[in-house]
């Protein structure tokens, strides 16, 4: 979705003083899908990888752990669990991070340790370290001029990638990134305003009027209104909740992320 | 915890190419806990949210809040739920990042579209989301000078905050920073080698080897020593499984998350 030069002003007002690199590189950020025939040097990434772990950490325990797909045998056997989207099998490097507490119950076990981390707590702990992780990586990437594109699929179908992956019990995949040099370079997308999500001391409830301030720009775009002609919808926000985002896909897929959770040890209730 | 100088050595050697100046920024991040008397001004503030929204987000559909704490009262009633840690009641800024999926039922509601976001996938959504959100806020922060200290604490009490915080249905806390200028340069803390959480192709489980490699270093600092010591514990592990974070603990905070979750509306089974 192409950003309105209006907003933009807005973001270069509000930054105008920051530390300049890093805010360029996220003010650019786009989703990168279509990647050039070129590799990623494994030392850039095993670095960006490294460099990514200097990000807090519960207790200093590092909850996550990631696999890197390179080969195309690996990156086959991912891609279904993904809807088949063709990122998956045409970018160098697939990267899926898990909220890992194995590694962590495993040292306990042979240090004379009883670990007690087979919990939802210990596993939103996990999962909390695994994202913070992701989002460093992210920036750190896509500051040395990688595109990547996040894949929210991850959690629709764990279980097949649990059984891609090999993930011993305790070990649950919550992102999975595509990771290439960018052979696109894709308008920017849209933001809400800032005060749609920031909020004053206490939550304030929006009222109709915020409401249609907050989605007027959203709704507007040609590109949305086009989605929602060629949907036979009358609003956006139907095109979310009866095509892209639907009640009965939502429950379906908490059904299997609570199921594969269950399996990987993590509701031993 | 002190850095080895030869942990240093080998993350320069990995990152010796890489763009400079966010890189610098996150081989010297630390937590900070100890602020300076000096506020922060809501233009960069302000700068920093909108900035840290450009992060990639599920459908473009923003699934966060963040309630801003700046007032003396607000940071009181915030304190409890974080064991009246200092830097609640101290820091110039506590920021509270919430999974948000009830902004987006609002505008579907004003906009004859039906949400159905009451589940578990919606929730882990959301606070993927957030989380995302949140770790750039960080980078970006970090980046400009300030110092930020992450409160895991945030969803061991997630009912507290939420009371102390007004938040309505469908949203949840998952992620608490306090934020100032700094007033302390404590040691870089150490991490474990890349091989420990980095995998190829498949997950490979850790031999008794393996484990002994990642944690030796760990196992070895003298503040890590010393905490054994003064614990009466055998070894470190014994520290986080006997103290730290205990089975019964993340028991009873499992059930209180889950309890607050079904309170904002997430669980509707």
Redesign the interface.
């Given at each position: 979705?192409m950003m309105h030069i209006s907003s933009i002003f807005?973001?270069s007002h509000?930054?105008?003083?920051?530390?300049t690199?890093?805010?360029t590189?996220?003010?650019n950020?786009r989703?990168i899908r279509k990647y050039a025939q070129r590799d990623i040097d494994s030392?850039?990434l095993?670095?960006?990888?490294?460099?990514?772990?200097?990000?807090?950490t519960?207790?200093?325990?590092?909850l996550?752990?990631?696999?890197?797909?390179?080969?195309a045998e690996?990156k086959a056997a991912l891609a279904p669990a993904h809807f088949n989207q063709p990122m998956v099998t045409e970018a160098p490097v697939v990267l899926t991070i898990?909220a890992?507490f194995h590694?962590?119950s495993?040292?306990?076990e042979?240090?004379?340790?009883?670990?007690?981390?087979d919990?939802?707590?210990?596993f939103?702990?996990a999962?909390?370290d695994a994202?913070?992780f992701?989002?460093?990586f992210?920036?750190?990437a896509e500051?040395?001029g990688l595109g990547?594109c996040?894949l929210?699929t991850t959690?629709?179908n764990p279980q097949a990638i649990i059984d891609a992956?090999?993930?011993?019990r305790l070990?649950f995949p919550?992102?999975t990134l595509t990771v290439g040099w960018p052979d696109e370079q894709p308008p920017l997308?849209?933001?809400?305003p800032?005060d749609?999500?920031?909020?004053?001391?206490?939550?304030h409830?929006?009222t109709?009027d915020d409401?249609?301030r907050?989605?007027v720009q959203?709704e507007q775009l040609p590109e949305n209104r086009h989605f929602v002609e060629i949907n036979n919808k009358?609003?956006?926000?139907?095109v979310?909740?009866?095509i892209?985002?639907?009640?009965?896909a939502?429950?379906a897929?908490?059904e299997s992320?609570?199921s594969a959770l269950r399996n990987q040890g993590f509701l031993n209730e």
């Open positions: 979705m807005v973001l509000h930054q105008s003083n920051l530390n690199l890093m805010n590189s996220i003010l950020r989703t030392n850039l095993n670095g960006l990888l490294a460099l990514a772990a200097r990000t807090q519960m207790g200093n325990l590092q996550y752990s990631v696999v890197v797909t390179r080969s690996g898990c890992d590694r962590t495993r040292w306990a042979c240090r004379k340790a009883v670990p007690g981390y919990n939802m707590l210990s939103l702990n999962a909390t994202l913070l992701t989002q460093t992210c920036n750190l500051n040395e990547i996040y929210g959690i629709y992956l090999q993930l011993p070990v919550v992102a997308s849209d933001r809400l800032l749609s999500f920031m909020h004053d001391e206490v939550y409830e929006p109709p409401i249609d907050f989605y959203k009358e609003t956006l926000a139907q979310f909740t009866d892209r985002y639907t009640r009965d939502n429950e897929c908490s992320v609570l």
